[in-house]
């Protein structure tokens, strides 16, 4: 039993990093899974990034599409980064971070926010103006959580 302490320690530790969930939602594609977060505003659509075209921002990996969006985001990140870190404006107001897909989608009041699916923006939208606000007041907190 005494050897097995140890091994149960490790697999405590590997099972908390993994669970981590940084301020930004992340894939291994990098920042809202390689999306171009300029793209929504300037082309209406989801578009993915290319990899060579990248910049780090809250330490995390962001890819664009053309090399104006990318200036685009480094001279302003606040205004095209989506709001809760690119996690799910739904689940935000809820209290928790949730992954996204990119095109569930919606631009309010000049910000871009993201939801888990289709289904769940549909729902969002009924009363986005609730949603925000709540899910504004949760990010705070939330946003430390991992």
Same mark, same amino acid.
């Given at each position: 039993?005494?050897? !097995? !302490?140890? =091994?149960?320690?490790?697999?405590?530790?590997?099972?908390?990093?993994?669970?981590?969930?940084?301020?930004?939602?992340?894939?291994?594609?990098?920042?809202?899974?390689?999306?171009? /977060?300029?793209?929504?505003?300037? *082309?209406?659509?989801?578009?993915?990034?290319?990899?060579?075209?990248?910049?780090?921002?809250? #330490? &995390?990996?962001?890819?664009?599409?053309?090399?104006?969006?990318?200036? !685009?985001?480094?001279?302003?990140?606040?205004?095209?980064?989506? &709001?809760?870190?690119?996690?799910?404006?739904?689940?935000?107001?809820?209290?928790?971070?949730?992954?996204?897909?990119?095109?569930?989608?919606?631009?309010?009041? #000049?910000?871009?926010? =993201?939801?888990?699916?289709?289904?769940?923006?549909?729902?969002? =939208?009924? *009363?986005?103006?609730?949603?925000?606000?709540?899910?504004?007041?949760?990010? /705070?907190?939330?946003?430390?959580? &991992?």
């Amino acid at each position: 039993m005494k050897r !097995l !302490l140890p =091994l149960f320690g490790l697999v405590f530790v590997f099972a908390a990093a993994c669970g981590q969930k940084s301020e930004i939602y992340t894939t291994p594609n990098g920042a809202i899974d390689g999306y171009d /977060p300029v793209a929504y505003f300037t *082309e209406g659509k989801p578009v993915v990034g290319q990899a060579d075209l990248s910049t780090v921002w809250k #330490d &995390q990996v962001w890819r664009f599409a053309s090399q104006k969006n990318k200036d !685009l985001f480094v001279a302003n990140p606040e205004k095209y980064a989506p &709001q809760y870190g690119g996690y799910c404006a739904y689940g935000m107001a809820g209290g928790y971070k949730a992954k996204t897909e990119a095109d569930a989608w919606a631009i309010v009041n #000049d910000k871009l926010y =993201l939801n888990y699916n289709k289904q769940v923006q549909q729902d969002w =939208l009924k *009363e986005k103006s609730e949603m925000i606000e709540k899910a504004d007041k949760n990010w /705070p907190e939330v946003s430390k959580k &991992q």
